[in-house]
């Protein structure tokens, strides 16, 4: 496993070793041992979530107050433009997002660290998108940024307006959103 940063220096992309020959491929998606050499990380993964969405379902920006989340996010079948917002006060880059295509030929996995908001939109017809937490899901503690916040300005590749869920739709300004110290 290769770790290879982002713009936003906690987040990491992972990148798998892949065996392939006429028959198919085979790689390791996840190993503690190569995850905290890869990135020295000590996560113990509590939770795993697969959704299927259809082309232009945009999920997000979600994120817990409490019980924070990190992930480890990768998708299995079609593509995706994921997205992380740094919502950690006391961060130099507080407020700053990065994007990135993931997808099941590139067979590229992001580590979302605690304290950051996360989604992402479906570019292929429909995509698998699977990703592993490291405490529960708490809905009690969940919160959302509106995708389309000005103050972020995040540029999603869209070519139409999004398909939302009712609580993504109700998202919150950034400005107004709970962040982390």
């Known amino acids: 496993m290769q770790a290879v940063n982002t713009e936003l220096p906690d987040m990491i992309i992972l990148e798998p070793r892949v065996f392939g020959d006429q028959r198919g491929f085979f790689f390791e998606s996840f190993n503690a041992r ?10 113990e993964f509590v939770q795993d979530n697969h959704s299927r969405s259809a082309k232009g379902v945009l999920r997000g920006l979600h994120y817990q107050v409490q019980q924070a989340q990190g992930k480890l996010v990768r998708v299995t079948a079609g593509e995706v433009y994921d997205v992380a917002v740094d919502l950690r006060r006391s961060s130099p880059t507080f407020g700053k997002w990065a994007g990135n295509l993931l997808s099941a030929e590139n067979k590229r996995q992001l580590w979302v660290p605690e304290g ?11 995509a698998e998108f699977l990703y592993k937490t490291t405490d529960y ?32 739709q109700a998202g919150l300004s950034f400005v107004d959103a709970q962040v982390f110290p």
Request: proline share 8%.
């Open 34 to 43: 190569s995850f905290a050499d890869a990135t020295g990380l000590q996560r």
């Open 116 to 126: 950051f908001a996360h989604g992402f939109v479906v570019l292929s017809e429909f």
């Open 137 to 168: 899901y708490a809905p009690e503690h969940e919160r959302c940024i509106r995708w389309d916040d000005p103050t972020l300005a995040i540029d999603w590749p869209l070519d139409r307006a999004p398909q939302l869920s009712a609580k993504d």
